[in-house]
């Protein structure tokens, strides 16, 4: 249990105190020089994530096979993914690395409100062109806004952005 | 609806000079749920006698995500992602727990090196979820310094854990089976880099914190619990360890690589003239930890050796029947898994056993007879993670 | 080890008929003791002054035609370690109530609101028993296999339509328009 404070012992209290406190302000004076800022000022300098960082979706539609892998495998439900059978006369291209396209891509949309950014659908993607970017900086007003169709111009458009180098 | 009927067999009643009895009543102050004292969510309802705490009771849910239930829905791995969100600040010791219960139903023998760098890795995130818990530990008592030393140190931490995974926070990398991906020479040479220089941040950390007298009058002799209540609490991790029991399933149930490796169980023995078991002891057992922890990291780091990192696992994952109850070490204390599956993708039953719910049941059992600061720094020194007493 | 609990909860305890539960042929996993639901008191009074010191969790399991309580115990002492389930069934879904053992351990109160919350087993002689998570007037218990969830909670709608994401892997505006050869048209022109 606690010692009763005998009168050296307030004293002596008052001297620790003193004491440990100065040393701790002098570990903390000695930051004043000889430390470099750890953070950044946000807007004006961008931090650089890793190249493995798991950040915004991009799906690369050329090379999408309609598989449904990804949608299957998403935990939180919100890749919506929607395709039409080729017609049998046509000529069924093929994806950059050989796989043939059998389904055409009418709808791919991520709703990245929704989205917990696991990185479960780009593992399961068999075309690989399912990938997470470094992109981190796409807020928007309006939830509804967060839904990304990636068959819209725009977003292939970005993709020399979004796509990692 | 039931309400907390006051307890007046409880009040004090002074008698005043002539005789007469004051009307005296308790006073109910509510702590939280917005509070940042309370690490989150945690809604404290104080019943005061002027500045003495007569009676908490806390009441939690504030951040019931559903968890349990929406895990009977998706399947074996798709759960991994919402583990990790029960303790958001130690997420790779909560993916251990469950891909461990989901590999031992299994059966599947997870690779050398995928043991190793889950070692490295866990104990990393121990340093990590220690760190914060210092960091605000401090600033919950009224100094603001070490929290920045800490995140700036936590922070180094993160940026491996996001090099490796990709996620600074909820990585889902523990996958069933091993780990999602390798580590490489420069990364275990950033790691031995940051060990050496964490050394002496642990050094400065002593000094700054643990021996400066003002934060030990704060936190010696304040809200102890006896070993006795720890024990009957069901109180794992630093907890316990701070009430004296050198317990510590690492070392008692090795599972990873913990057998081959040398490290010691600290406990509290009442350091710098504390009562064993009070908050100081809890939180020098946590720095304590720290130490070992490094000690950790670097004797598994020569265990590395290269060869797969992911065993062999079937596409799609089907469980036998049956039930597990897996535990293991988690930085704030040991978490279980209750695995019921009855042969189908998706997990019949899960149930996740919290250090923290375990934890915060004490705060009621330790807070009557306290001052209200010392209540908060009660609730700082058993380092609870809202998201994880809720799940 | 097991076997010796066994013979240990069937000798001081006379109704509590202890049997040991292998998991099955086919299956995984650990093996548990299955006790009778009245004699749970007595039992984890037996054991928690013997074998075991402090009560881990109480897990509730729903299977449909009878409820599962299990108790995991464990002795936390590095000398003598030692950790198991023991498990009782309640057959009656509408009212299952079991004694409580919060005289015994003082884990067993969040543990015991917890699993009332969750589960729905009562537990008699609690001395403060509320739900944990939930609200104290929600209605059900959310981790029984029958569960539905309430449509108004405190003139509240619960899970409103426009918050729910019912198109699971389907987009919305393709049922609107609907017209799949224009669908079919657009897309080939861009070389899908």
């Known amino acids: 249990m606690e010692e009763r404070l005998t009168f050296f012992g307030y004293f002596r209290n008052i001297y620790t105190a003193v004491k440990t406190s100065v040393i701790g302000m002098w570990i903390t004076f000695r930051y004043v020089w000889g430390k470099k800022p750890v953070t950044i000022e946000y807007p004006e300098v961008r931090e650089v994530l890793p190249e493995s960082s798991r950040s915004r979706l991009y799906n690369d539609v050329m090379n999408c096979i309609s598989c449904n892998m990804c949608a299957i495998s998403c935990p939180v439900d919100c890749i919506y993914i929607s395709s039409i059978d080729r017609p049998k006369d046509l000529e069924i291209p093929k994806c950059d690395d050989g796989t043939p396209k059998r389904k055409v891509l009418t709808q791919y949309t991520i709703d990245t409100a929704l989205c917990c950014y696991c990185g479960l659908c780009t593992t399961v993607c068999p075309t690989e062109c399912l990938t997470h970017t470094t992109d981190y900086e796409y807020s928007q007003y309006e939830v509804e806004d967060m839904k990304y169709d990636y068959l819209t111009d725009e977003l292939i458009a970005w993709r020399d952005r979004l796509v990692k180098a | ?391 | 080890m097991h076997n010796e609990i066994i013979s240990l909860i069937n000798s001081k305890v006379s109704n509590a008929n202890a049997t040991l539960i292998n998991p099955p042929e086919d299956g995984a996993g650990d093996s548990s003791i299955l006790i009778n639901p009245e004699s749970v008191f007595e039992t984890m009074k037996c054991l928690l002054n013997s074998k075991f010191n402090a009560l881990q969790v109480i897990s509730g399991v729903d299977y449909t035609e009878y409820l599962e309580v299990c108790y995991m115990l464990a002795n936390f002492d590095p000398k003598d370690h030692r950790e198991a389930i023991i498990k009782t069934r309640l057959t009656d879904r509408d009212n299952p109530t079991l004694d409580s053992i919060c005289s015994l351990s003082l884990a067993a109160n969040w543990q015991e609101r917890e699993c009332y919350d969750m589960i729905g087993v009562k537990f008699n002689n609690h001395p403060d028993h509320r739900r944990i998570l939930c609200p104290d007037d929600w209605e059900g218990f959310p981790l029984r296999k029958d569960y539905k969830v309430q449509e108004v909670y405190r003139g509240m709608e619960v899970n409103p339509e426009a918050k729910m994401n019912r198109d699971d892997q389907l987009f919305e505006n393709q049922k609107q328009t609907g017209n799949e050869e224009e669908l079919l048209r657009k897309a080939l022109e861009r070389g899908l």
């Open chain 2, 1 to 391: 609806m039931q309400t907390w009927d006051m307890d007046l067999e409880e009040l004090k009643e002074p008698a005043t000079e002539s005789g007469e009895k004051l009307k005296t009543e308790l006073l109910t102050v509510n702590m939280g749920p917005q509070h940042p004292a309370t690490h989150g969510v945690l809604r404290v309802e104080i019943k005061t006698d002027s500045e003495i705490v007569a009676k908490a009771i806390p009441h939690i849910g504030y951040l019931h995500r559903c968890m349990e239930k929406h895990a009977e829905s998706i399947d074996y791995r798709g759960v991994i992602p919402f583990v990790d969100r029960l303790d958001y600040l130690a997420a790779m010791s909560q993916e251990l727990t469950y891909s461990m219960a989901v590999e031992k139903m299994l059966g599947t023998e997870v690779p050398r090196r995928a043991i190793v760098i889950r070692t490295i890795v866990s104990e990393l995130q121990r340093i990590a979820s220690h760190l914060m818990a210092f960091g605000t530990y401090a600033l919950d008592l009224g100094a603001f310094s070490p929290f920045l030393y800490a995140f700036d140190e936590r922070e180094k931490i993160l940026r491996f854990f996001e090099e490796i995974s990709g996620a600074r926070l909820l990585y889902n990398y523990f996958w069933i089976g091993g780990v999602w991906t390798d580590i490489t020479d420069q990364q275990v040479d950033y790691i031995i880099n940051f060990l050496n220089g964490f050394e002496k941040e642990l050094v400065k950390y002593d000094k700054l914190v643990s021996q400066n007298r003002i934060f030990q009058e704060r936190t010696m002799h304040v809200g102890t619990l006896s070993l006795e209540d720890a024990h009957s609490f069901g109180a794992t991790g630093p907890v316990l360890r701070g009430s004296g029991q050198a317990w510590d399933l690492r070392k008692v149930n090795p599972y990873l690589c913990y057998d081959e490796l040398d490290f010691e169980v600290p406990i509290g023995e009442g350091q710098r003239g504390s009562t064993v078991g009070d908050c100081y002891n809890r939180y020098y057992v946590r720095m304590l930890e720290m130490v070992e922890s490094v000690k950790l990291v670097r004797q598994a780091i020569k265990l590395l050796e290269p060869g797969p990192i992911i065993g062999k696992v079937s596409k799609v994952i089907k469980l036998p029947k049956g039930e597990i109850y897996m535990r293991t070490e988690c930085p704030r204390g040991e978490l279980g898994v209750h695995l019921v599956s009855d042969g189908d993708k998706t997990p019949y039953r899960v149930k996740i056993k919290s250090p923290c719910f375990t934890h915060t049941s004490i705060l009621p059992h330790i807070a009557p007879g306290q001052m209200i600061a010392d209540f908060v720094a009660s609730i700082g020194s058993i380092d609870i993670v809202l998201g994880e007493v809720d799940r």
